[in-house]
């Protein structure tokens, strides 16, 4: 890709100052260094690990576009008819094979497993652990309420911590906890979804109770109102 001269110019100066010497901090603005990532001139997360900006909104915003998710609604709450389409049609564009969370949107640690693998699992750190910030911006607003209940959240850092040991190699173990937080996520983003259709269908069902029961009491009153009507007449019933 070819630069233009100011580009080029904030790159030698980025490269003079944190390239050559990794721990001197410099004074780019975040949006610079950004800038520089997403035209892919420059490792994305190593400049974010660099500047300390993990947590920034700007690299939070970019994390996302880079991230191959659908970018959930704007929607804290699914209050509307219109909320509810959006949300499910979110949550079936999130439950497609293809989209997978990838390791750059979560912190991982390691450590040593107590699981299978005999002699290795004391040499290597094979065991996964997952943390991932309920407020990132690629997880619907929505589903916080139902994350917030769910056993792997973690009030003190308001987030979802998952581990895994199951497999002999980290990157089996990584592989699982992304799966884990994946469903946990899926599952919390349709929990009210679910729950409405499932209001508006015991609702069909009451009035469809309803309609039956008022069918049914007409037909006993006409049949009331026929035998009354055949006794004035001193018919009787017929057999």
């Known amino acids: 890709m070819k630069l233009?001269?100011?580009?080029?110019?904030?790159?030698d100066l980025y490269r003079r100052e944190v390239v050559a010497d990794p721990a001197r901090k410099s004074h780019l603005p975040s949006s610079t260094m950004l800038a520089l990532a997403r035209r892919q001139q420059l490792p994305l997360f190593w400049v974010v690990k660099t500047h300390?900006?993990?947590?920034?909104?700007?690299?939070?915003?970019?994390?996302?576009?880079?991230?191959?998710?659908?970018?959930?609604p704007e929607l804290s709450a699914l209050a509307t008819e219109s909320d509810h389409v959006e949300a499910l049609t979110w949550?079936?564009?999130?439950?497609?094979?293809?989209?997978?969370?990838?390791?750059?949107?979560?912190?991982?640690s390691f450590s040593r497993s107590s699981?299978?693998?005999?002699?290795?699992?004391?040499?290597?750190?094979?065991?996964?652990?997952?943390?991932?910030?309920?407020?990132?911006?690629?997880?619907?607003?929505?589903?916080?309420?139902?994350?917030?209940?769910?056993?792997?959240y973690v009030a003190s850092s308001h987030s979802l911590l998952i581990t895994s040991s199951v497999h002999r190699s980290q990157s089996q173990n990584i592989e699982e906890c992304l799966k884990k937080l994946h469903s946990v996520i899926l599952q919390a983003a349709s929990d009210d979804i679910q729950k409405t259709a499932s209001k508006e269908q015991q609702e069909k069902v009451d009035r469809l109770k309803k309609a039956d029961n008022a069918r049914r009491k007409t037909e006993k009153m006409n049949?009331?109102?026929?035998?009354?009507?055949?006794?004035?007449?001193?018919?009787?019933w017929d057999y």
């Open 4 to 11: 233009g001269n100011n580009l080029q110019k904030e790159r």
């Open 52 to 72: 300390s900006l993990l947590y920034s909104p700007s690299f939070r915003r970019l994390r996302l576009i880079h991230s191959g998710l659908p970018k959930p």
């Open 91 to 108: 949550v079936k564009d999130f439950a497609s094979p293809q989209n997978k969370i990838k390791r750059e949107l979560v912190e991982l």
């Open 115 to 152: 699981g299978p693998g005999g002699q290795n699992v004391n040499k290597v750190n094979t065991k996964a652990t997952l943390r991932c910030p309920i407020n990132s911006s690629w997880i619907p607003r929505w589903a916080a309420h139902a994350l917030v209940k769910n056993p792997h």
């Open 223 to 236: 049949r009331s109102a026929t035998k009354q009507h055949r006794k004035s007449n001193g018919r009787g």
